[in-house]
């Protein structure tokens, strides 16, 4: 029998979670969704030396993955709360946590949670 460990189980719940949202944003095409396995290759290392960050790898792969995606394609996922202005991107908060949210910091809004945007996120602007 094949019991997946903590640590993988871990790093598959946040690896859905992101590429749900990406797919909410409808920008989960192959290129996108290899940013995210590059996130989980990393984070696994990194939660192998540091295994109490094991409850912050959804934000962090999120995180991870806004990064990449920002010096490739542009901001992602963008704010749906503010109809005016300049289009920018949602925050994870907490950075460094259990249980992430996105969050636009301008209007100081808890949009959703890593795992739950809705259709209307794209990438972009």
Known sequence: ???ATPLEQALHAARAL??????????????VVSL??????HRR????QW???VDYLAGLVAQDVQDALLEKYGRWPLCPVCSHGDPHALDVEPEL????HWV???AGVKVASVGA???VFGAGG
């Open 36 to 41: 995210v396995e590059d996130s989980v290759t």
């Open 45 to 48: 290392w990194w939660v192998e």
């Open 1 to 3: 029998m094949d019991h």
């Open 18 to 31: 992101v590429i749900a949202d990406l797919v909410a944003g409808q920008v989960a095409d192959a290129d």
């Open 51 to 53: 295994p109490e960050g």
């Open 117 to 119: 945007l809705g259709p």
């Open 97 to 100: 946590g259990p249980d992430p």
């Open 104 to 106: 636009c910091a301008k």
